[in-house]
């Protein structure tokens, strides 16, 4: 028997190490944009965690040199792209 029902806040892993540190990349089409939506209110209703930045990169970008130096300057922890597979 179950203490508390699937998918419930306590079957969620830790977010501690994203505090203070999670940008956020997206591809500019609707799916990358909508993607980032979801996960942006995700973070922020079941985490409490605000992403330091939110960029978008357009489908065959091949240099995400800029991103990656304001991640860096910002000391970000991790970096989640949104993108069609």
Not at 36 to 47: C, P
Request: proline share 8%; with cysteine; charged share 25%.
């Amino acid at each position: 028997m179950m203490d508390s029902p699937p998918n419930s806040r306590s079957d969620m892993p830790s977010m501690e190490w994203a505090r203070g540190g999670s940008p956020i990349l997206h591809d500019s089409d609707a799916f990358g944009t909508g993607g980032m939506k979801a996960f942006t209110e995700a973070l922020r209703n079941m985490y409490g965690i605000e992403p330091v930045m939110i960029e978008k990169f357009h489908a065959g970008d091949r240099d995400f040199t800029g991103p990656t130096a304001r991640c860096k300057k910002r000391q970000c922890r991790l970096a989640r792209g949104l993108q069609r597979p």
